[in-house]
């Protein structure tokens, strides 16, 4: 009934930029916390950033100051900034979302399928 797609992932020279896109669709009633997850081989996926439903932000350390997450609750989507990148950012990434359906009103867990980035150093 809810779905998430990324749009975005592609290729990038270290130093450059890229932005990442989520859009949820479905029977939505409404979006609670929204979150960008990453993983590279042979690492655990590690939370890169979260936006909330009051607007507040938060990101790894690994992160700060390069990467910049936000939301557009008319469209449902969820962004992600990224500059200055590393070839470290290397790692497919996802999205996630607390989603309450109008179906049921009760809030589960919702990924997308991931995209993949790549820094070239």
């Known amino acids: 009934q809810v779905q998430l797609v990324e749009s975005g992932g592609g290729l990038a020279q270290a130093g450059g930029s890229l932005e990442l896109s989520c859009a949820a669709s479905?029977?939505?009633?409404?979006?609670?916390?929204m979150e960008w997850y990453r993983q590279a081989p042979g690492k655990q996926r590690e939370l890169v950033a979260t936006?909330?439903?009051?607007?507040?932000?938060n990101y790894a350390d690994s992160v700060k100051g390069r990467f910049t997450i936000s939301r557009d609750n008319a469209k449902n989507t969820v962004y992600l900034q990224m500059s200055s990148l590393k070839s470290e950012d290397t790692a497919v990434y996802y999205c996630?979302?607390?989603?309450?359906?109008?179906?049921?009103?009760?809030?589960?867990?919702?990924w997308g399928q991931g995209t993949q980035v790549t820094v070239s150093s």
């Open positions: 479905g029977r939505i009633f409404r979006i609670n916390d």
């Open positions: 936006v909330t439903s009051s607007g507040r932000t």
């Open positions: 996630a979302a607390g989603i309450a359906s109008s179906l049921s009103f009760t809030v589960r867990n919702y």
